[in-house]
Structure formats: structure tokens, C-alpha cells
């Protein structure tokens, strides 16, 4: 079973930085796009930003230039370096992992378990 492990978040003051961090182990044989997205209270779950296997990202306009989406496929990890932290940047943050646990098997997506982001002074 595929199991994913969150970490790095916290309080911070505005403007501050958070680094947060998504471990998947178990039976994986590739993983497609990767992802961070969060959910204010109140507020449905959006996407942050997210990561193609070769690199290529994308980031919501609320975060562009402040927020840096990374991945170590050796590690099957994801990783989301936020800077200049917003008190409207607080929320749970939850990583998105599609797996494929075979060769010609299907995939399935996974979600970590959340990690809180805290914003204010």
C-alpha cells in the first residue's frame, strides 16, 4: 500500500517562509503529475501548484513568484518552498500523488495526510 508523508508546516509571520515536504513509499513504478493543494476554513480545496514527471509546473496566480513546487524522482518526493507568506496563504496544505504500482497497471491518486500553514503576526 502506497503511504504518504507530509511535513513542514507551522506557524510563521507574514513574510516569512515555509518549506514543505511529501514522501511516497511502498509499490510504485511511476508517478505522473505531482501537487500541492490547500483548503482554507470555509473554502473549497484549490490547487497550489503541481509538477510534471519532466519538470514542467504551474502555479495559481495567488502564488506565482512566491511559491516554488519541486520533486526528487529518485526520492518520489514533492516539495513546495513558500516565500513571502500571506495571511491568506493559511490554510491545510494536502500533497497529491497519482501512483502506478506496475509496469501496465492503473494509477491511483493518493493525498497526504495534511500539514497546517499558519500566517500571522
Known amino acids: 500500500q502506497v503511504q504518504l508523508v507530509e511535513s513542514g508546516g507551522g506557524l510563521v509571520q507574514p513574510g516569512g517562509s515555509l518549506r514543505l515536504a511529501c514522501a511516497a513509499s511502498?509499490?510504485?513504478?511511476?508517478?505522473?503529475?505531482m501537487g500541492w493543494y490547500r483548503q482554507a476554513p470555509g473554502k473549497q480545496r484549490e490547487l497550489v501548484a503541481d509538477?510534471?514527471?519532466?519538470?514542467?509546473?504551474n502555479y495559481a496566480d495567488s502564488v506565482k513568484g512566491r511559491f516554488t513546487i519541486s520533486r526528487d524522482n529518485a526520492k518520489n518526493s514533492v516539495y513546495l518552498q513558500s516565500n513571502s507568506l500571506k495571511p491568506e496563504d493559511t490554510a491545510v496544505y494536502y500533497c497529491?500523488?497519482?501512483?502506478?504500482?506496475?509496469?501496465?497497471?492503473?494509477?491511483?491518486?493518493?493525498w497526504g495526510q495534511g500539514t497546517q500553514v499558519t500566517v500571522s503576526s
Open positions: 511502498g509499490p510504485i513504478y511511476s508517478i505522473n503529475v
Open positions: 497529491y500523488v497519482p501512483v502506478v504500482a506496475t509496469k501496465w497497471g492503473p494509477q491511483y491518486e493518493f
Open positions: 509538477i510534471t514527471s519532466s519538470g514542467s509546473t
